[in-house]
């Protein structure tokens, strides 16, 4: 497996476009996603009980295998009544018929300020320029990529190659979004996180459970600021255009579909808004991966946490009373935190015992480590075999001021 320089279409059969409709002032904000074969998918919907009209659509469809995607950024398309499940709907028929599809096999998505209906008349617009340039390489990647952002800086891509038994060379790519209302807890058919990931392989089921388990590790383990999106959505899709063996049960081809999920999700909380550091946790020594991913989760989504991070305060007081708070099993008398790693790792925490006191050369070593831009930690719950990873980042004034000025 190699990590190489690639977008959605990538992966052979796959193209993309996007455009600037009029949703925004001047950035793109209507990208459109499509395969050149059928596919087999799965798709990972937001758990917030306030769900968009487009997720609603999505969920009421039961849109499985989607073959092309058509996504609007600016507009959220939630909390807008009847009126916005229809528009969803329309956005799914218009590109069904651009591009002489079946309905069955588009899906919608869209982010954005919330309680605002869509423009449709803007949109309509925009899905006809965008089926007119569907195109393949670095540059329509591009675009689409930047057509689904909101408040982010940067795009998000990964893309990794594989090459099976057979000599068969097969890639698998995504791109996403996510900046802000960054809390994702997603599960497969039931400021926010967009996410697809394409790829040629051959698939002859459902890849449901699979993808699922992905997620469980990637997005599901982000925060950062722990509100979660009324319009959360994670989709796979594998047309089958490399050709060779199926790869159902290939753990490196889903070792390689992991790989581009979570490089995705960390590129997600390292542009948060007003982030400047990234946060990895590493948690080990717990009574199975679930609880593992349970208190990294608690932990990274505490705001306490978050901004004595920003301020390179290693308070681990509010580490371990995120952990006493997240449910999960722990031995205080074999707990064991240590931040940052090899020789210069600070160990803030153990058997029951603070190991730095205020004012010593153990504080001013971990004062160091918490100011620079990517900080690791490890935490030991001392009661078994289970260990997962949390990403998230610090909290800032920035954040503050990014969210109280969202619609002005």
């Not at 982010?152 to 099976?164: F, G, N, P, R």
């Amino acid at each position: 497996m190699k990590t190489i320089d690639g977008g959605v279409t990538t992966p052979l059969g796959w193209k993309a476009a996007g455009v600037h409709c009029g949703i925004k002032r001047e950035r793109l904000d209507l990208a459109m996603l499509y395969s050149e074969h059928p596919t087999f998918g799965a798709c990972a919907y937001t758990q917030n009980r306030m769900r968009a009209a487009p997720i609603e659509f999505m969920i009421k469809q039961e849109v499985t295998n989607p073959q092309a995607f058509v996504i609007n950024s600016g507009n959220a398309n939630a909390i807008t009544g009847e009126q916005g499940l229809k528009d969803a709907r329309t956005m799914v028929e218009l590109t069904a018929k651009a591009l002489g599809i079946d309905e069955s096999l588009v899906g919608v998505a869209s982010t954005g300020i919330i309680g605002r209906r869509l423009p449709m008349e803007k949109i309509s617009a925009g899905i006809q320029e965008a089926s007119k340039e569907l195109s393949r390489g670095r540059e329509a990647d591009h675009r689409a990529a930047m057509a689904i952002l909101t408040t982010d800086k940067v795009i998000k891509e990964a893309a990794v190659q594989i090459t099976l038994e057979d000599g068969t060379k097969i890639t698998i790519a995504g791109m996403a979004k996510g900046s802000g209302m960054i809390s994702p807890s997603m599960k497969v058919q039931h400021a926010t996180t967009l996410s697809f990931v394409t790829t040629d392989a051959v698939l002859t089921r459902s890849p449901e459970m699979r993808w699922q388990e992905a997620i469980d590790n990637s997005f599901n383990v982000i925060n950062v600021d722990g509100d979660q999106s009324t319009n959360d959505i994670s989709v796979f899709m594998a047309n089958g255009a490399a050709g060779g063996p199926p790869v159902d049960d290939n753990p490196i081809f889903w070792k390689g579909v992991d790989k581009v999920v979570r490089s995705l999700a960390k590129q997600v909380v390292t542009d948060g808004e007003g982030a400047t550091k990234l946060i990895e946790l590493k948690v080990i020594g717990a009574k199975d991966d679930a609880e593992a991913r349970k208190a990294g989760r608690w932990i990274i989504s505490s705001s306490l946490v978050k901004t004595a991070v920003f301020g390179a305060d290693p308070n681990f007081g509010r580490i371990l009373a995120a952990l006493g708070n997240s449910g999960s099993t722990y031995d205080i008398d074999n707990v064991r935190l240590t931040l940052g790693t090899g020789e210069r790792a600070v160990v803030l925490f153990d058997q029951g015992v603070p190991q730095i006191e205020p004012c010593s050369e153990g504080e001013v070593a971990a004062r160091k480590l918490l100011s620079k831009k990517r900080i690791v930690m490890t935490l030991d719950l001392g009661v078994g075999q289970g260990q997962a990873e949390a990403w998230g980042c610090d909290l800032s004034y920035e954040y503050v001021k990014i969210n109280a000025e969202y619609t002005s």
